[in-house]
């Protein structure tokens, strides 16, 4: 599948400060820390956790996204190579029972919100995957990592007459909750909680998650040697990406509720078909709340990107309002967000035609510090707020800085007003 067009970035003069870090340090949730991520030269692997298509794009979406967007900056600003695999989830219950609640056909119903997610995307300067992957696209690799699993005994049909489903033995996999760190308890609360079926009669083990559903009437299917039927979801993110990225790549990203059993499931099956470690780091996004609670689709509390667009919001202003929240925290929303934001647009966008401002050369290095310091975008806004009130102010006389700072800033935060 197609992603997106990718925006222009400018190409910045390297960078000669021995006094900024050569690495992008981000928290790795597994160790706890924070941590080197990608290669000292090379390639670094992106691999980070697609929508379910429907109800596309809330901000929490775009939040993550745009998150991972400052990773591949901030990477590429360093001289790496950046492979940048994604995938959607383009058959599974939740969009199943949307498509059902409204009338819709399940297929049109994920085209439309993956073309929206789409459009969403390139208005917010995102930089598109360069492997885009359905799961329905992915189901010889799912059914091939299924295979490998039951190989190697790592997998086995559910003991049900009716629908014996094909389970991985998540149990039988050293290190199986070194990720999120939960208690066995805790697993299978959040597991029953984020669907899963710890419950399910027939299970060697409570925690054992589907990889293949048979066949169900008038659900969609697919044959294969498994037979009649459609991928587990954690499975699907496991085989396209070990297929796109190798077995031991830099990281694998998503929102924090994606930790326990999403990623933790991914990285068990991962390394039960390779013996290798899956990802080297894990980094989650924090949740994003409106009216109380967490941005939800089951609860229907969204604020959407193409809402806040067709409202008349700038796609520039929209991603400054998401910058101004540190990734790991959590956060909620308030239309306050986009009044603050629209005033730095504004401000920064006269600075940037003004016909001097003092140099860019430190406040380049202070957007570097910021990004390879755990992504820290308030610092970096603030770094270029100082910048953009001494350029209003008529200080400095460099002709040249309010283009290179506006487009280190293009760069490195993803926002231009062109």
């Known amino acids: 599948m197609h992603a997106w067009p990718a925006a222009r970035?400018?190409?910045?003069?390297r960078n000669t400060n021995p006094e900024i870090d050569d690495r992008v340090r981000v928290w790795d949730t597994e160790s706890r820390a924070l941590k080197a991520v990608g290669p000292q030269t090379g390639s670094a692997g992106l691999y980070v956790c697609g929508i379910t298509p429907y109800d596309a794009t809330h901000l929490g979406h775009a939040f993550t996204y745009l998150t991972f967007d400052l990773l591949q900056r901030a990477w590429r600003d360093l001289g790496l190579d950046v492979t940048y695999v994604q995938n959607i989830t383009d058959v599974d219950d939740p969009l199943l029972e949307r498509a059902e609640e409204t009338g819709e056909d399940w297929r049109e119903l994920a085209a439309s919100q993956v073309e929206l997610f789409r459009t969403d995307m390139r208005s917010l300067r995102v930089l598109p995957p360069d492997h885009y992957v359905a799961a329905t696209e992915a189901l010889d690799l799912v059914i091939g990592?299924?295979?490998e699993l039951d190989a190697k005994q790592f997998a086995y049909r559910v003991a049900d007459e009716q629908y014996p489903d094909w389970y991985f033995r998540s149990d039988a996999v050293e290190g199986f909750g070194q990720i999120s760190h939960l208690t066995r308890a805790e697993q299978l609360a959040e597991f029953a909680e984020k669907g899963g079926d710890?419950?399910?009669?027939?299970?060697?083990?409570?925690l054992d998650s589907l990889v293949w559903l048979l066949k169900r009437d008038g659900e969609p299917s697919w044959p294969s040697a498994l037979g009649q039927g459609r991928p587990g979801w954690h499975v699907e993110c496991t085989a396209i990406a070990q297929h796109y990225l190798g077995s031991d790549f830099?990281?694998?990203g998503g929102g924090r509720d994606l930790a326990f059993p999403h990623h933790e499931m991914c990285a068990a099956v991962g390394r039960a078909v390779t013996g290798e470690r899956?990802?080297?780091a894990y980094v989650h996004v924090g949740m994003v709340a409106l009216n109380g609670e967490k941005m939800s689709k089951s609860l229907g509390n969204l604020e959407l990107v193409s809402r806040l667009r067709a409202g008349g919001v700038a796609a520039p202003v929209i991603r400054l309002a998401l910058l101004a929240h540190h990734y790991r925290n959590d956060w909620e929303w308030f239309p306050t967000d986009i009044e603050w934001a629209q005033r730095r647009a504004d401000a920064w966008v006269a600075a940037f035609r003004a016909p001097a401002g003092t140099p860019a050369g430190?406040?380049?290095d202070d957007l570097r510090r910021a990004m390879r310091g755990d992504l820290?975008?308030?610092?970096?806004l603030a770094a270029v707020d100082e910048w953009t009130a001494a350029a209003l102010a008529g200080d400095g006389t460099d002709s040249q800085a309010p283009t290179q700072v506006a487009e280190a800033v293009d760069a490195l935060l993803g926002v231009s007003f062109d």
Do not use: C, E, M
């Open 9 to 13: 970035v400018p190409n910045l003069p």
């Open 145 to 147: 990592t299924v295979q």
């Open 198 to 206: 710890p419950d399910r009669a027939g299970k060697v083990d409570a």
């Open 250 to 252: 830099s990281v694998q």
């Open 278 to 280: 899956f990802a080297q």
């Open 362 to 364: 430190p406040v380049i």
């Open 376 to 380: 820290n975008s308030p610092r970096a």
